[in-house]
Nanobody, 126 residues
């Protein structure tokens, strides 16, 4: 059974930083497509960052490009999302997702990912 557990969310002022963690069990993250999504209040879930396997280049949404960095620690079977220069519009519940290892384009659609964490709230105050 695959389980994803996010942590690291919280309340931060605009311009601040947070690092989210996603600890996986039942699946080796180095051989899976992993991604971060977020769901702002009253809006649909949207892609934030992802990579199709451990050695693949991460892809980012335009809204976070240059501010967020996704990384993996294979030894800990954990994926991270380093978020810098946070803005109030980054406020959302952030989800970690896992899907089959992909080749070529980085998966960015919700329907590709079969496993999801419970989400962690990130609130950025102005």
């Amino acid at each position: 059974q695959v389980q994803l557990v996010e942590s690291g969310g919280g309340l931060v002022q605009a311009g601040g930083s947070l690092t989210l963690s996603c600890a996986a069990s039942g699946r080796t993250v180095s051989r899976a497509a992993m991604a971060w999504f977020r769901q702002p209040p009253g809006k649909e879930r949207e892609f934030v960052a992802g990579s199709n396997w451990s050695g693949g280049t991460a892809m980012y949404a335009d809204t976070v490009q240059g501010r967020f960095t996704m990384s993996r620690n294979n030894a800990k079977n954990t994926v991270y999302l380093q978020m810098n220069s946070l803005k109030p519009e980054d406020t959302a519940v952030y989800y970690c997702a896992s899907g089959p290892m992909a080749y070529g384009l980085v998966p960015s659609e919700v329907r590709y990912f079969g496993y999801w964490g419970q989400g962690t709230q990130v609130t950025v105050s102005s």
